[in-house]
């Protein structure tokens, strides 16, 4: 990602290169990143503070809730997303639905989330995102499928956790797994690599890439289950890069003060005097759903391959 | 020396492994007690927005435009909106700089581009072009008064300028491991140092 070999002077820009779709999750660290089914609630979130919504039909608790096949939104409604706020506008394509995101890139949506959280749309093979302009951002449970991700064009990873349920038990699960198998890379001698590569089905060369970094070569935010200023906290400390809220804000009591209080325990997520602060008198949280009650089938983060 | 980075939102990370690879001392400013004892102050790359939401939130405004009148500061994208007067928007701006900036003047993120740039003002200005990654870039529309555009694009559009101690650059030096602006911002960084 260092390489600037082939600049020339004032003169030729390049577009859709993997520095420049990395750069922009780059710009979103640090930040809290809002899902919002219409425009109303887009406005709501860049007034809070967050710095890019996901333009999506349902929040995952509805999508568990009504069942049924869960698809990309309608274009209309993003259009009117996009032309509402001054931030990046993101949102998901079913996996393995190309075609979804050639739609969504048409559209001018700044991220697509390649996502579980809608029906897969192939159940063996991801989007090839190398042959697009605009960034992906994908799920994972685990630095082998982190890197197969970013193997396929993936430019931002989050950990998957449980879409939908408000608890953050499998978003920990998940950040603490990827971010503790690169601290026991770190400490692998060169020659065990290509073992390791093919044990957890990564490529050999990210998997150099990431031990000589110590860290994933793209931004890594946190997703499912977050539904507080604290949880949100517990992420960043954890050592995410930024978190996604989903239901958590606009299915609670009080969205805007909760979406703000989730803003400021994002940037301030080393200081607990904050953070009690911003966690006061939040109404509400989300109902939630426990995960350890959910059955086996219902679990969204094993959607991916 | 020591160099604060603004670290509400956005990259900041990026701008603090440049200076520590310098050989320079980095610190995290989220609080407005964090600027007292630093030499200059960098506003990283982010949401503009988010930013300046958290800067109001935070007590950081006057604090900040304090820290302004009498050091070296450096804003990047999210930065250079930020320091400016005027963004034609309704956003919480320190409006230090003699600036009129328009956000997201490029495009898209699908219009996110790199390019190398012609800089005169580096001490060799002959050398190698500078690699510029320009993620939904804001636009310098005018710079009145002091402030001086420094860098264009090759059709013309100015993106980096200069008002003295301040500078902006509507792209992101701390992307691409080219030390060289950090190094000019450190040079504007001594000289209000040995003026003191």
């Known amino acids: 990602m260092s390489d600037n070999g082939n600049i020339q002077g004032n003169g030729r820009a390049q577009t859709g290169s993997f520095r420049v779709k990395v750069g922009l999750a780059q710009m979103l660290k640090g930040g809290v990143i809002m899902d919002v089914v219409n425009a109303e609630q887009a406005v709501i979130a860049e007034e809070a503070g967050a710095v890019a919504v996901m333009a999506l039909e349902r929040v995952p608790a509805d999508i568990r809730a009504d069942g049924g096949v869960a698809r990309m939104s309608d274009p209309g409604m993003i259009k009117e997303i996009i032309a509402s706020v001054s931030i990046p506008v993101m949102a998901k394509a079913r996996i393995g639905h190309f075609v979804e995101a050639q739609i969504l890139e048409a559209l001018g949506v700044d991220y697509v989330d390649e996502s579980e959280v809608l029906t897969p749309a192939d159940e063996e093979h991801h989007i090839h995102k190398h042959d697009f302009k605009i960034p992906f951002v994908c799920g994972c449970r685990n630095l082998g499928e982190a890197l197969r991700r970013i193997g396929e064009g993936a430019a931002m990873i989050r950990t998957k956790g449980e879409a939908g349920t408000g608890d953050v038990v499998e978003a920990v699960r998940h950040a603490r797994t990827v971010l503790g198998e690169i601290r026991r890379l770190q400490l692998m001698p060169n020659e065990e690599l290509m073992a390791y590569a093919k044990n957890i089905g990564a490529p050999y060369a990210l998997v150099k890439e990431t031990k000589d970094l110590g860290r994933l070569p793209v931004v890594n935010f946190a997703a499912g289950g977050i539904a507080t200023p604290a949880d949100a906290a517990l992420m960043m400390q954890i050592g995410v890069d930024g978190v996604f809220v989903g239901s958590g804000i606009f299915k609670s009591g009080n969205p805007t003060e909760r979406a703000l209080a989730i803003v400021k325990a994002t940037t301030h997520y080393n200081n607990p005097k904050i953070l009690a602060e911003v966690s006061e008198n939040l109404g509400e949280p989300m109902v939630g759903i426990n995960v350890s009650s959910l059955p086996e089938s219902e679990h969204l983060a094993t959607r991916g391959w | ?196």
């Not at chain 2, 939904?136 to 090759?154: H, N, Q």
């Open chain 2, 1 to 196: 020396m020591k160099i604060g980075v603004l670290a509400l939102q956005g990259a900041f990370i990026e701008h603090i492994k440049m200076l520590e690879g310098m050989g320079v001392e980095a610190i995290e400013v989220r609080l407005p007690e964090q600027l007292a004892g630093l030499d200059g102050l960098i506003i990283p790359g982010g949401e503009s927005t988010t930013i300046g939401k958290l800067a109001v939130m935070y007590d950081l405004m006057e604090p900040l435009r304090r820290f302004a009148a009498e050091k070296a500061v450096w804003g990047t994208c999210a930065g250079m909106i930020f320091m400016a007067q005027d963004v034609g928007a309704n956003q919480p701006l320190l409006g230090i700089m003699d600036i009129v900036v328009a956000r997201n003047a490029f495009g898209r993120q699908v219009e996110s581009f790199e390019t190398g740039l012609d800089v005169a003002v580096f001490e060799n200005g002959q050398s190698a072009p500078f690699p510029a990654v320009f993620i939904r870039a804001p636009k310098l529309v005018e710079a009145k008064g002091d402030a001086e555009v420094i860098v264009r694009l090759a059709d013309g559009t100015a993106v980096a300028a200069q008002q003295g101690k301040w500078l902006v650059t509507s792209f992101h030096p701390e992307l691409t491991g080219d030390d060289r602006f950090h190094r000019y911002f450190l040079s504007l960084v001594r000289e209000v140092k040995i003026d003191d």
